[in-house]
């Protein structure tokens, strides 16, 4: 479920930037273009590793005992 949360936080943070700088770019429907496609998978990648990170999903930190 967090991943999902991450995912969802990651695609509306990443289209609020893109509309805050004016940047579009459908990947579907306009002509393939390389430098635009790294941005945009570039910047959604970025957010979505920050909200991994937040999140702790990355894996629960080990405890030792102190005997």
């Given at each position: 479920?967090?991943t999902v949360l991450?995912?969802?936080?990651?695609?509306?943070?990443?289209?609020?930037?893109?509309?805050?700088?004016?940047?579009?770019?459908?990947?579907?429907?306009?002509?393939?273009?390389?430098?635009?496609?790294?941005?945009?998978?570039?910047?959604?990648?970025?957010?979505?590793?920050?909200?991994?990170?937040?999140?702790?999903?990355?894996?629960?930190?080990?405890?030792?005992?102190?005997?």
């Amino acid at each position: 479920m967090r991943t999902v949360l991450a995912v969802i936080v990651a695609y509306i943070g990443s289209r609020a930037i893109f509309a805050a700088f004016d940047f579009n770019y459908a990947v579907f429907s306009e002509p393939f273009n390389v430098g635009k496609l790294i941005i945009d998978f570039g910047v959604f990648m970025a957010l979505f590793g920050g909200c991994i990170w937040l999140l702790g999903l990355k894996g629960t930190p080990e405890t030792k005992d102190a005997s």
